[in-house]
């Protein structure tokens, strides 16, 4: 794997194994190509952790490179801020830290199937950002599913729409389907309000069906803006 060439980019062996053993065992995860594993101690230690400036720095170093986005962008949610205040200004780590606050994970996926439907990939980026935070495991309250959170009677009805009978649940947990449906929801629900891009949003979160009651009851045509 190309990680082999990223090994100068890893924090230090030396400090890590000094400060913090689970860290250390996950970069020597990393460097041999065992980044779902690696993934897996990351989110153990991230689930365990105590707030430390210098080692949460580290641990997102490694969260970049296990190309699993979730911790990353917790990390950064969380404690990216403090961190930032304690490290030297450079651009290089302002940009470091953005791309980790805004992560494009699955990024052939997404711009595949974005591509596909004549969608922006970077919307369906910041979409999945907001649904799941990157977390294809994740289920909602409602039942809601993986990445784009998408309920399955709603992905039922996307693939008998395009021919298709063939649908267990447990495949939405796959970024593949996921991302593929979620992006054909999308644009289904553009088509379905081709006046205001912020109701296919609203209509994305709450159902279609929500979103018409609402514009009946409350809302005037054109006010919209977003």
């Given at each position: 794997?190309?990680?082999?060439?990223?090994?100068?980019?890893?924090?230090?062996p030396q400090k890590l194994a000094v400060?913090?053993?689970?860290?250390?065992?996950?970069?020597?995860?990393?460097?041999?190509?065992?980044?779902?594993?690696?993934?897996?101690?990351?989110?153990?230690?991230?689930?365990?952790?105590?707030?430390?400036?210098?080692?949460?720095?580290?641990?997102?170093?490694?969260?970049?490179?296990?190309?699993?986005?979730?911790?990353?962008?917790s990390l950064s949610q969380t404690h990216?801020?403090?961190?930032?205040?304690?490290?030297?200004?450079?651009a290089s780590v302002q940009r470091f830290?953005?791309?980790?606050?805004?992560?494009?994970?699955?990024?052939?996926?997404?711009?595949?199937?974005?591509?596909?439907?004549?969608?922006?990939?970077?919307?369906?980026?910041?979409?999945?950002?907001?649904?799941?935070?990157?977390?294809?495991?994740?289920?909602?309250?409602?039942?809601?599913?993986?990445?784009?959170?998408?309920?399955?009677?709603?992905?039922?009805?996307?693939?008998?729409?395009?021919?298709?009978?063939?649908?267990?649940?447990?495949?939405?947990?796959?970024?593949?389907?996921?991302?593929?449906?979620?992006?054909?929801?999308?644009?289904?629900?553009?088509?379905?309000?081709?006046?205001?891009?912020?109701?296919?949003?609203?209509?994305?979160?709450?159902?279609?069906?929500?979103?018409?009651?609402?514009?009946?009851?409350?809302?005037?045509?054109?006010?919209?803006?977003?």
């Amino acid at each position: 794997r190309h990680l082999v060439a990223e090994k100068q980019h890893l924090p230090r062996p030396q400090k890590l194994a000094v400060y913090d053993a689970s860290l250390f065992r996950i970069r020597k995860m990393i460097s041999i190509g065992f980044t779902d594993l690696a993934h897996e101690e990351l989110l153990f230690w991230f689930e365990n952790r105590k707030f430390d400036v210098g080692l949460d720095h580290a641990a997102l170093e490694l969260a970049r490179l296990t190309e699993h986005p979730f911790i990353g962008l917790s990390l950064s949610q969380t404690h990216g801020g403090e961190i930032l205040k304690r490290l030297p200004p450079s651009a290089s780590v302002q940009r470091f830290y953005w791309e980790m606050y805004y992560p494009r994970g699955y990024k052939e996926i997404v711009e595949r199937e974005a591509g596909r439907q004549g969608l922006d990939p970077f919307l369906m980026f910041a979409l999945i950002r907001a649904e799941s935070t990157y977390r294809p495991w994740v289920l909602s309250p409602v039942g809601a599913v993986g990445l784009m959170q998408l309920m399955p009677e709603t992905a039922r009805k996307l693939l008998g729409a395009s021919g298709k009978t063939d649908f267990s649940e447990e495949t939405l947990f796959e970024p593949e389907t996921n991302i593929a449906l979620g992006c054909l929801y999308f644009k289904f629900l553009q088509q379905l309000f081709p006046e205001h891009f912020s109701l296919a949003l609203a209509s994305y979160n709450a159902g279609e069906e929500a979103t018409a009651r609402w514009l009946g009851e409350d809302v005037k045509k054109g006010d919209f803006e977003a």
